[in-house]
Nanobody, 114 residues
């Protein structure tokens, strides 16, 4: 059974950090590009970052470049999103998506507020 399970969200103060995890099961993520997408309250989906199959190429939205880092751990079949210097505008539900499998996780909520 294919599953993507996000975790690591929560409430953090501006300037703080969080690390999101996306645990894959039922397939090996290393064969597929993996994508983080977010949806802020009342807004549409926004692509945040992606990592290629084999984890050798990464891309970032301008809004997060230099603050977020995407990575993958093949042994744990997990993709991570390290988020530093968080801002209130980063508040959103963050989703993990596997384009090759066309499968979404259920999301994890990140709230950046003082």
């Amino acid at each position: 059974q294919v599953q993507l399970v996000e975790s690591g969200g929560g409430l953090v103060q501006p300037g703080g950090s969080l690390r999101l995890s996306c645990a894959a099961s039922g397939f090996s993520f290393s064969y597929y590009a993996m994508i983080w997408v977010r949806q802020a309250p009342g807004k549409g989906l926004e692509w945040v970052s992606d990592i290629s199959s084999g984890s050798d190429t990464t891309n970032y939205a301008d809004s997060v470049k230099g603050r977020f880092t995407i990575s993958g751990d093949n042994a744990k079949n997990t993709v991570y999103l390290q988020m530093n210097s968080l801002r209130p505008e980063d508040t959103a539900v963050y989703y993990c998506y596997c384009s090759g499998m066309n499968y979404w996780g259920k999301g994890t909520l990140v709230t950046v507020s003082s």
